[in-house]
């Protein structure tokens, strides 16, 4: 039977179609309409530097990030050797490691009950209003076997690793009309070492960074395409003069 123009079209588009979808279904997916906006800005690396230091010293620790090296993130970020190895690399000896941690896969599940996640690829896989949205989530829970909770993840297995800088909070919840529980506040239990502000720019930071780890090759490619789009402006422009003077003496 001879397959159709039409029929073919549609049998090389669905695969490409469904991998582009992929994506934002996930990070929509499991309640997660009321999201906060992170606006993250992948061109400002005093953002992404501030966020690499906060991941390699609060997330490292238990969670991995083992598609990137010391090394790339070095050279991508703008942070020299001396600083990488004094207050980055806590778990690697040289820059050409995989940022990995030391933590046994039993140890993990002893302690938290569950082996924490590769990060490499969570803001692609969540989204990054989702990280966002559930770093800035945690409130105290006597009834957790961490004393911690989350609004956007009930019942995480992590604790609030940032509650140092956030303070500690309780969450109060209201009973909608269809019967669901509705998050209706916090009420601050102690001060931490940072405004509500300073934290909120932090956890920006942080997700920044999350966002360049789950694709570092997006800066490289912001890079040629701002000369790529350099060239086309001077490539038309020559090609206006060109044809001025082609069509300069036909009347």
Not at 40 to 62: E, M, P, Q, W
Not at 65 to 83: C, H, K, V
Not at 171 to 180: D, L, R
Request: aromatic share 12%; hydrophobic share 40%.
């Amino acid at each position: 039977m001879t397959m159709t123009i039409k029929t073919l079209i549609k049998r090389l588009l669905l695969p490409v179609l469904c991998m582009l979808w992929a994506p934002a279904g996930i990070a929509a997916g499991g309640g997660n309409e009321n999201l906060d906006s992170a606006y993250i800005n992948l061109s400002d690396k005093v953002s992404l530097r501030n966020g690499a230091h906060t991941f390699v010293n609060y997330c490292l620790s238990c969670h991995e990030a083992s598609y990137m090296r010391y090394e790339r993130m070095a050279d991508d970020l703008g942070i020299d050797r001396e600083t990488l190895k004094r207050d980055m690399m806590f778990a690697a000896d040289k820059p050409g490691e995989l940022m990995t941690v030391n933590m046994s896969d039993e140890d993990a599940k002893a302690w938290f009950g569950v082996v924490p996640p590769d990060l490499s690829l969570t803001a692609r896989s969540r989204g990054p209003d989702w990280i966002y949205t559930y770093l800035r989530g945690f409130y105290r829970d006597e009834g957790t076997s961490t004393g911690w909770n989350n609004t956007l993840y009930p019942n995480v297995a992590m604790p609030h690793v940032l509650y140092q800088w956030e303070g500690m909070r309780k969450a109060n919840f209201e009973t909608s009309p269809n019967g669901a529980k509705v998050l209706a506040g916090y009420d601050q239990l102690s001060p931490g070492t940072m405004s509500a502000q300073e934290y909120d720019s932090a956890i920006r930071d942080l997700t920044n960074f999350m966002v360049y780890l789950a694709e570092p090759a997006k800066l490289v490619r912001y890079r040629i395409g701002f000369w790529v789009m350099v060239f086309m402006l001077v490539f038309v422009g020559l090609s206006y003069l060109l044809k001025k003077e082609y069509w300069r003496d036909v009347h």
